[in-house]
Structures are given as structure tokens and as C-alpha cells.
């Protein structure tokens, strides 16, 4: 299934919620799976982030440790940690939080909002017109 994400930390610190707004939003499929981390020497589950369909492809975002804080018809949180380089090319790992959203309702809500910006255009115009009637007091 399709999800818009937002990463919900920069470098494992909190982004202000005033901010979140402005993210880049990525959007792909999401996977949630065990797999065996070499570094940690152990399993662990790990959710990807495919935005390329391609089976070959790699996934735009990877969380290891995934845990899912929230799930609800149209949000799902979900943390643990994603892994870097540092300038040294040592790995650094940061804690991380995806606030994702299914595509179906980003969707929904766009025409939602489409049909009613619509409505109020056409509302405007009638009091405009009506307005436009009316002799001016003076």
C-alpha cells in the first residue's frame, strides 16, 4: 500500500511540530520485516520505503528497529532508528519517527478540500452578484 511520509526528526532530535508541515514528504510502499542487522549481530525489524516500484530498487528510507507507536485508519507512527555515516565514515545512528499517511486519504482529503474551495468560490460569486444588484447607499 501506498503511504506519504515525514520524517519527524533531523539527527535524532524532535522537529518542531510547526515544522513538520514543511517537510519533504516521501511517498512509496511500506514494508515491515525481520532481518538480520551484521553490525548489531542480531535480528532485528526493520519497515523500508520503496518509492521506486522496481524489485531491484533500493528503498528511499530504511528504519531499523521499527516499532510501530500508532496505527489508525489514516496515520501510522512508527520509530526506531536510522543509520548514517559520519565524517569520519564511522556509522552513526540516529533515532528516527515516521509520521505516515495512506495515499487513499491524502487523496480524499485533496478532493475533499478541491469540492469545497469550489463551493466557496461559487458562494462568493452569488454575493457578489447579489451586491452588484443592490443600488449603492448614498
Known amino acids: 500500500m501506498q503511504y506519504e511520509v515525514i520524517t519527524a526528526r533531523e539527527q535524532g532530535r524532535i522537529v518542531p511540530r510547526w515544522q513538520i508541515a514543511t517537510r519533504k514528504k516521501h511517498v512509496g510502499d511500506f514494508f515491515l520485516a525481520e532481518e538480520r542487522d551484521p553490525v548489531l549481530s542480531r535480528t532485528c525489524r526493520v519497515a523500508h520505503l520503496r518509492c521506486d516500484p522496481s524489485p531491484f530498487a533500493k528503498p528511499a528510507l530504511i528504519l531499523w528497529d521499527a516499532i510501530v507507536l500508532m496505527a489508525k485508519p489514516d496515520l501510522i507512527v512508527v520509530t526506531g532508528f ?11 545512528d540516529h533515532a528516527q519517527t515516521w509520521v505516515m499517511v495512506p495515499m487513499d486519504y491524502v487523496m480524499e482529503e485533496k478532493a475533499r478540500t478541491a469540492a469545497f474551495e469550489a463551493r466557496e468560490r461559487e ?3 452569488a454575493w457578489e452578484a447579489e451586491n452588484a444588484k443592490r443600488p449603492s447607499g448614498g
Not at 536510522?82 to 552513526?92: L, V
Open 82 to 92: 536510522e543509520q548514517a555515516q559520519d565524517n569520519g565514515g564511522n556509522r552513526c
Open 123 to 125: 458562494r462568493v460569486a
